[in-house]
């Protein structure tokens, strides 16, 4: 794969020095040169250990990741003429999918480091996903413009328009269904055998927004049966497509400070990855946080120490063996509390041991 725009490592990064910052170092690895303004999504490559990132700075970034060591090495760049909200891999893991506030989606070869635009709406794109089925694939975008979209990246009009109650505000994709979390606390299921068609629209479990949306597989089939949704007041939903009972579906508090006092801090939570072969999940936050999970004995595994920004994204590598994710200002505190001494980092930790369940006593 010819990956281009090999670059020094530099940065002073998250810890400048000092005591946290030994300790710190113990247990991830700072990612070089991190985009300096807010970082919107970190996605690893289903195939090999490359990982991009997307930014308010309006690029897309990828690097080549050392899975034994840690080690990050900038390979290339490209940019939109506006912030890039977020991106997904093609199932190949040799092209990555962009989308910004100007309301395009882009398709980046990483071989020939070309991009082009393949997708188009009326208002900024807030989520990608690709979509690789045994009949057909396509790229599908959610807008703020209150559709979805689906394209045939070798084609400029969608094959499919699907309209939405409201924004999209998160979205996932795992054939043969698709769940998309809209403003006005929304869910929509699609199936997307032979082409995709609304299954299932329901409330929220969460009485707050929701901030973001992941699928989860069966253990034993192997195939999408449900989703995790994150809401801005520490809690996530576990929700099932067909239950088996009702209890299968239950909400769980995460992300808050310790019930010790009286009033309690509550933090968003911001993203959701599970685990590609324990099927157990993290969860980042606002309070600088990762937690993860084991949903199907309820039980909490491990929480990481706080980091000085908020968690906004994270993801698995191909193989599970590492977790990145993303320390930046997520704003949810205003404009006056953003600190420009506290720089962006892209983190990366071993994870596999730690994401075991837990065998029952």
């Not at 490592?9 to 991190?34: H, I, K, N, Y």
């Not at 900038?74 to 506006?82: E, F, Y």
């Not at 403003?183 to 929220?204: D, H, T, W």
């Not at 962006?344 to 006593?361: D, G, T, V, W």
Request: with cysteine; glycine share 6%; proline share 6%.
């Amino acid at each position: 794969m010819a990956f281009l725009g090999r670059t020094a490592a530099t940065g002073a990064g998250l810890f400048a020095g000092g005591a946290a910052a030994s300790q710190a170092r113990r247990d991830f690895v700072e990612v070089t040169q991190p985009p300096d303004d807010s970082i919107t999504s970190v996605r690893f490559s289903p195939k090999a250990n490359f990982l991009v990132a997307t930014s308010w700075d309006n690029n897309v970034r990828c690097w080549e990741i050392q899975e034994q060591q840690g080690q990050s090495t900038p390979r290339a760049q490209q940019s939109h003429s506006a912030p890039v909200l977020c991106s997904c891999w093609h199932a190949d893991g040799t092209k990555v999918f962009t989308g910004s506030c100007d309301k395009m989606a882009k398709l980046w070869d990483l071989n020939s480091n070309q991009s082009i635009a393949v997708a188009q709406h009326d208002a900024p794109i807030k989520t990608v996903n690709w979509i690789q089925t045994p009949s057909y694939s396509c790229l599908m975008t959610g807008s703020w413009d209150k559709t979805l979209k689906f394209w045939d990246a070798r084609s400029p009009q969608p094959l499919t328009t699907l309209q939405l109650p409201e924004r999209v505000y998160c979205a996932d994709a795992d054939y043969p269904m698709a769940v998309v979390g809209t403003a006005g606390r929304q869910i929509i299921v699609y199936q997307l055998e032979n082409q995709p068609a609304e299954f299932k629209r329901m409330e929220s479990p969460l009485k707050y927004q929701h901030r973001c949306i992941s699928t989860f597989r069966d253990k034993k089939t192997n195939s999408p049966v449900g989703f995790a949704v994150g809401s801005i007041e520490g809690r996530t939903a576990i929700q099932y497509i067909a239950p088996s009972q009702p209890k299968d579906n239950f909400t769980f508090k995460c992300h808050r400070s310790s019930d010790s006092g009286s009033v309690q801090d509550i933090y968003a939570v911001n993203d959701i990855a599970f685990h590609p072969v324990h099927g157990t999940l993290v969860t980042v936050g606002s309070d600088g946080k990762f937690s993860y999970w084991d949903k199907d004995q309820r039980t909490k595994l491990k929480t990481g120490d706080a980091l000085p920004l908020p968690l906004v994204s994270c993801g698995f590598n191909f193989n599970g063996e590492l977790l990145a994710y993303a320390a930046s200002y997520d704003w949810s505190k205003g404009h006056e509390h953003f600190d420009p001494s506290k720089k962006n980092a892209i983190l990366l930790r071993k994870c596999s041991e730690e994401l075991k369940p837990r065998k029952k006593k």
